[in-house]
């Protein structure tokens, strides 16, 4: 083999990435096809996380719900964590690798929503009754098989995201099923678990939480991977929303419900996409990230065409001053002038490996930027290579880089550059990211991304991270208290859905209707005499334009709608004036009606008050129209708008329409 030669003097990785983007066949989601799944093996399932709404939190008395600003905070905890050994006496791999990170885990606290429980000094009180209820309940509407007992067990995680280092959880049901529009979806359990902080920022070596989210009761519903297109997927995780929200014993709002997303393709692994918080980005990301494995299964075949004993497979290391050996690259100098140390790596035969397509706008060397930003703790941009798709190594520094590291033709070259500290755990992790290559797809969990591309976040964890929960004896439910709570479930999802149908309220309307669990609101406008499809699509289309383009008031309930269609009965008006008043009360809840009214110039008129100036109106038509052949629904159409506006809340539109009508066909 040529030594001592430019590796990458005529390779082009902008082309490279073109051709293996065509080679493993990825289109866009756009253009994707049920056939384009069913080639790379598609398969997905889900994990549901809803907050339960309740007064107080899981295991201690804080309340629940109440969330402060990032810089409202008393006090501030320092931690680091450390991996325990499982029952089995082994440590799980993302407690492992979480340890390497070696960061300082800071807590922000509000005295209004920590206590001692959560900073882990105090032990768990009984678990919240109300909060077990209303899981059991959504575990019946899931139609799963409810346990005997509950068992609190404790859940590992070393990420900071829970101050004890574990998360106290129990299963609830198992074994359920959901119907969607063409098939059903296996569940495979429901568990009651508490809620982790949220964070507010993690760089190198420091991240920030605060504590007002954690220990808030939360239910995790997990489906079998029984998804086999991005959209049964996303129709999968919007079904089981809605049928938490269906019970009303939820929290709803901005990470109110996140969704874990389980993808594999033939031939790969599972990989989790960590905390999707909108349905909508579902299909993209789990897209993406199953064409994702499917190129990492190309770029094993790739290695192993090339690489005869992966084992034995060992990259290259030099430490370099850039300055010295004459590096020109502008990213490398800016952080050497800032003190930062400089590694030059060879990667035998990875030629073509590196800037082979992963994910839209990435490639495989993203995937070792991604574990050094994660792992070793370096910020972003933190390498640079031969196959580099933004600021590459140029020929010259090439040249230098394959004389220092004896590199071949077939080799692919590497800069690194961090701080001395850093420095062996990011050796560590290119090296096992590389050798991780010959076996494919690494089990991982990664983070969604607003553009449907996904990050690495941590190894994937496993069974050894749980353990029972010492602290908290069984809890036995006795079956007549299950019949107790079979008895207060609402309607099936599958059920409402044919409800909507029958009431012939528009299709358009009924993702917004159970997005807001507004079914119930619809019943009981029928009960006063609206039709289902009016209040559907009242409240379907109207409300939901009044919500995307006014601010709501605190106090403002869906069942002010019904109180004023009470009030419009009782005063004998018409239901027509409802969409007029709407936007007010939304606003402005606690006016009473007869001021919504009066803000609104209403004057109450008779319908032969609204007959009367027809004859006026036509004659003014007959005046001022265009053409004398204008068709009588012209001149019908233009009368109705001038009476429009006095007519709601008065008379029925269609009955004023036909006495106009009436009149047009006496004239004619």
Same mark, same amino acid.
């Given at each position: 083999?040529?030594?001592?030669?430019?590796?990458?003097?005529?390779?082009?990785?902008?082309?490279?990435?073109?051709?293996?983007m065509?080679?493993?066949?990825?289109?866009?989601?756009?253009?994707?096809?049920?056939?384009?799944?069913?080639?790379?093996?598609?398969?997905?399932? !889900?994990? @549901?996380?809803q907050? &339960?709404?309740? /007064?107080? =939190?899981?295991?201690?008395?804080?309340?629940?719900? $109440?969330?402060? #600003?990032?810089?409202?905070?008393?006090?501030?905890?320092?931690?680091?964590?450390?991996?325990?050994l499982?029952?089995?006496?082994?440590?799980?791999?993302t407690?492992?690798?979480?340890?390497?990170?070696?960061?300082?885990?800071?807590?922000?606290?509000?005295?209004?929503?920590?206590?001692?429980?959560?900073?882990?000094?105090?032990?768990?009180?009984?678990?919240?009754?109300?909060?077990l209820?209303?899981?059991?309940?959504?575990?019946?509407?899931?139609?799963?098989?409810?346990?005997?007992?509950?068992?609190?067990?404790?859940?590992?995680?070393?990420?900071?995201?829970?101050?004890?280092?574990?998360?106290?959880?129990?299963? !609830?049901? @198992?074994?359920?099923? &959901?119907?969607? /529009?063409? =098939?059903?979806?296996?569940?495979?359990?429901?568990? $009651?678990?508490? #809620?982790?902080?949220?964070e507010?920022?993690?760089?190198?070596?420091?991240?920030?939480?605060?504590?007002?989210?954690?220990?808030?009761?939360?239910?995790?519903?997990?489906?079998?991977?029984?998804?086999l297109?991005?959209?049964?997927?996303?129709?999968?995780?919007?079904?089981?929303?809605?049928?938490?929200?269906?019970?009303?014993?939820?929290?709803?709002?901005?990470?109110?419900?996140?969704?874990?997303?389980?993808?594999?393709?033939?031939?790969?692994?599972?990989?989790?996409?960590?905390?999707?918080?909108?349905?909508?980005?579902?299909?993209e990301?789990?897209?993406?990230?199953?064409?994702?494995?499917?190129?990492?299964?190309?770029?094993?075949?790739?290695?192993?065409e090339?690489?005869?004993?992966?084992?034995?497979?060992?990259?290259?290391?030099?430490?370099? #001053?850039?300055?010295?050996?004459?590096?020109?690259?502008?990213?490398?100098?800016?952080?050497?002038?800032?003190?930062?140390?400089?590694?030059?790596i060879?990667?035998?035969?990875?030629?073509?490996?590196?800037?082979?397509?992963?994910?839209?706008?990435?490639?495989?060397?993203?995937?070792?930027?991604?574990?050094?930003?994660?792992?070793?703790?370096?910020?972003?941009?933190?390498i640079t290579?031969?196959?580099?798709?933004?600021?590459?190594?140029?020929?010259?520094?090439?040249?230098?880089?394959?004389?220092?590291?004896?590199?071949?033709?077939?080799?692919?070259?590497l800069?690194?550059w961090?701080?001395?500290?850093?420095?062996?755990t990011a050796?560590?992790?290119?090296?096992?990211?590389?050798?991780?290559?010959?076996?494919?797809?690494?089990?991982?969990?990664?983070?969604?991304?607003?553009?449907?591309?996904?990050?690495?976040?941590?190894?994937?964890?496993?069974?050894?991270?749980?353990?029972?929960?010492?602290?908290?004896?069984?809890?036995?439910?006795?079956?007549?208290?299950?019949?107790?709570?079979?008895?207060?479930?609402?309607?099936?999802?599958?059920?409402?859905?044919k409800?909507?149908?029958?009431?012939?309220?528009?299709?358009?309307?009924?993702?917004?209707l159970?997005?807001?669990?507004?079914?119930?609101?619809?019943?009981?406008?029928?009960?006063l005499?609206?039709?289902?499809?009016?209040?559907?699509?009242?409240?379907?289309?109207?409300?939901?334009?009044?919500?995307?383009?006014?601010?709501?008031?605190?106090?403002?309930?869906y069942?002010?709608?019904v109180?004023?269609?009470?009030?419009?009965?009782?005063?004998?008006?018409?239901?027509?004036?409802?969409?007029?008043?709407?936007?007010?009360?939304?606003?402005?809840?606690?006016?009473?009606?007869?001021?919504v009214?009066?803000?609104?110039?209403?004057?109450?008129?008779?319908?032969?008050?609204?007959?009367?100036?027809?004859?006026?109106?036509?004659?003014?038509?007959?005046e001022?129209?265009?053409?004398?052949?204008?068709?009588?629904?012209?001149?019908?159409?233009?009368?109705?708008?001038?009476?429009?506006?006095?007519?709601?809340?008065?008379?029925?539109?269609?009955?004023?329409?036909?006495?106009?009508?009436?009149?047009?066909?006496?004239q004619?």
């Amino acid at each position: 083999m040529k030594k001592n030669s430019s590796p990458t003097k005529k390779f082009d990785p902008h082309k490279n990435y073109q051709n293996t983007m065509k080679v493993i066949g990825y289109v866009s989601r756009k253009k994707a096809k049920p056939e384009d799944y069913k080639r790379i093996g598609f398969k997905s399932g !889900l994990e @549901v996380h809803q907050q &339960i709404k309740t /007064k107080k =939190k899981l295991f201690c008395r804080c309340p629940a719900g $109440i969330f402060h #600003d990032s810089n409202d905070y008393h006090a501030e905890i320092i931690r680091h964590m450390r991996p325990t050994l499982s029952e089995m006496g082994e440590y799980d791999g993302t407690a492992l690798m979480e340890f390497k990170t070696r960061k300082d885990i800071t807590y922000r606290i509000h005295n209004q929503t920590t206590c001692t429980y959560e900073i882990d000094d105090t032990p768990p009180f009984p678990i919240n009754r109300e909060a077990l209820e209303y899981a059991l309940e959504i575990s019946l509407l899931s139609k799963l098989n409810i346990v005997g007992e509950v068992h609190i067990t404790r859940k590992q995680y070393l990420d900071g995201s829970i101050p004890t280092g574990f998360q106290r959880t129990a299963i !609830l049901g @198992v074994e359920g099923s &959901i119907q969607l /529009k063409n =098939k059903k979806v296996g569940l495979i359990q429901l568990s $009651i678990e508490e #809620d982790s902080c949220r964070e507010i920022s993690d760089i190198g070596h420091q991240r920030i939480y605060k504590t007002d989210r954690l220990g808030m009761p939360l239910i995790e519903t997990v489906t079998h991977p029984d998804c086999l297109t991005p959209d049964e997927l996303r129709e999968a995780g919007e079904y089981i929303r809605f049928l938490n929200r269906s019970t009303g014993k939820v929290r709803t709002g901005m990470g109110a419900a996140r969704q874990d997303t389980n993808v594999s393709c033939e031939g790969g692994t599972r990989v989790e996409i960590k905390g999707v918080s909108h349905l909508k980005w579902i299909p993209e990301l789990s897209h993406n990230e199953c064409f994702r494995q499917w190129a990492l299964l190309n770029v094993r075949k790739l290695l192993l065409e090339k690489v005869k004993t992966p084992a034995k497979w060992q990259m290259k290391h030099v430490k370099i #001053d850039p300055r010295e050996v004459g590096i020109e690259n502008e990213l490398v100098m800016s952080y050497v002038d800032e003190g930062y140390k400089v590694i030059a790596i060879c990667l035998p035969q990875f030629k073509g490996i590196l800037s082979h397509f992963t994910q839209p706008g990435k490639c495989f060397a993203n995937e070792l930027s991604d574990r050094l930003k994660v792992i070793a703790g370096i910020e972003k941009p933190n390498i640079t290579s031969s196959e580099d798709l933004d600021i590459p190594l140029n020929a010259k520094d090439l040249e230098t880089l394959s004389r220092v590291l004896n590199a071949s033709d077939d080799d692919a070259i590497l800069l690194f550059w961090g701080i001395e500290s850093d420095i062996p755990t990011a050796l560590e992790v290119i090296q096992e990211r590389c050798s991780m290559a010959f076996d494919g797809v690494p089990r991982e969990t990664r983070r969604p991304m607003a553009d449907g591309t996904t990050l690495f976040e941590r190894v994937l964890p496993g069974a050894d991270r749980m353990y029972p929960d010492t602290d908290s004896a069984p809890i036995p439910l006795e079956e007549s208290y299950i019949d107790m709570l079979k008895k207060r479930i609402p309607m099936d999802i599958a059920d409402r859905y044919k409800q909507m149908k029958d009431w012939n309220i528009p299709s358009d309307t009924y993702t917004y209707l159970l997005k807001k669990n507004l079914v119930p609101v619809i019943e009981q406008l029928v009960k006063l005499g609206v039709s289902g499809r009016s209040a559907g699509t009242f409240l379907g289309h109207k409300l939901k334009f009044v919500e995307g383009k006014l601010d709501k008031h605190n106090d403002f309930t869906y069942n002010r709608i019904v109180e004023m269609f009470e009030f419009l009965n009782k005063q004998k008006l018409q239901p027509s004036i409802a969409k007029l008043m709407l936007p007010t009360i939304y606003q402005h809840p606690n006016m009473d009606f007869d001021s919504v009214l009066t803000s609104l110039n209403f004057k109450r008129r008779t319908k032969d008050e609204m007959l009367a100036p027809i004859d006026y109106l036509l004659e003014k038509f007959r005046e001022i129209r265009v053409s004398k052949n204008d068709s009588p629904k012209i001149a019908l159409n233009w009368v109705m708008g001038q009476l429009n506006r006095q007519a709601l809340g008065n008379v029925d539109l269609k009955d004023l329409q036909k006495s106009i009508e009436k009149k047009l066909a006496k004239q004619a």
